[in-house]
T-cell receptor, first 119, second 113 residues
């Protein structure tokens, strides 16, 4: 399968600071990227979907001013957790959609995830 | 509002037998379905997918069946191997708006020797 690299894999930050997580598709151009959050023993909760060059579409209940998503190129998307609080501590995972013959993605590959701990 | 549902949180199967993982969805606008395997603290690994215009797709030991009228899909693994033990997620692609990818709650599959 294709390679999606997510960095950092683990980060600890102080409450009130901001943290940026990067997601790169290394061997294909991702027209669509997704950001998920996983709580312990729960499913992947979709936070937002971003298409290159346009604003991200956030799911209901996700604060767009707190979770800033930038999809500046076809290989890079970033998630910035602003003014982080302990309740933001979680496992964040990105995914990149690889288009098929049309413009719609037909395969989605995941990064390794980022464990964020806010102290 | 859980649009993709996996109602069995866990499943235990004997090695060599068939594992059947089920998934239901509520939104008829989903047009593409995917199955993923996941280990703790890692991203999901893609297994197999199926378009809504098909009812079956096979790849080695993995077969996915789709019943559109029932809004139900299933993943068959045969024969099951100990290395198949993991959490399995089904996911669906929505073609409206941003083409989102929505996940079910996952089923923990344990293969017993």
């Amino acid at each position: 399968g294709a390679v999606v690299s997510q960095h950092p894999s683990r980060v600890i930050c102080k409450s009130g600071t901001s943290v940026k997580i990067e997601c790169r598709s290394l061997d294909f151009q991702a027209t669509t990227m997704f950001w998920y959050r996983q709580f312990p023993k729960q499913s992947l909760m979709l936070m937002a979907t971003s298409n290159e060059g346009s604003k991200a579409t956030y799911e209901q209940g996700v604060e767009k001013d707190k979770f800033l998503i930038n999809h500046a190129s076809l290989t890079l998307s970033t998630l910035t957790v602003t003014s982080a609080h302990p309740e933001d501590s979680s496992f964040y995972i990105c995914s990149a959609g690889r288009p098929g013959t049309g413009h719609l993605w037909t395969e989605a590959f995941f990064g390794q995830g980022t464990r964020l701990t806010v102290v | 509002d859980q649009q993709v549902k996996q109602n069995s949180p866990s499943l235990s199967v004997q090695e060599g037998r068939i594992s059947i993982l089920n998934c239901d969805y509520t939104n008829s606008m989903f047009d593409y379905f995917l199955w993923y395997k996941k280990y703790p603290a890692e991203g999901p690994t893609f297994l197999i997918s199926i378009s809504s215009i098909k009812d079956k797709n096979e790849d080695g030991r993995f077969t996915v069946f789709l019943n559109k009228s029932a809004k139900h899909l299933s993943l068959h693994i045969v024969p099951s191997q100990p290395g198949d033990s993991a959490v399995y997620f089904c996911a669906a692609r929505g073609v409206w708006g941003a083409q989102k990818l929505v996940f079910g709650q996952g089923t923990r599959l344990t293969i017993n020797p």
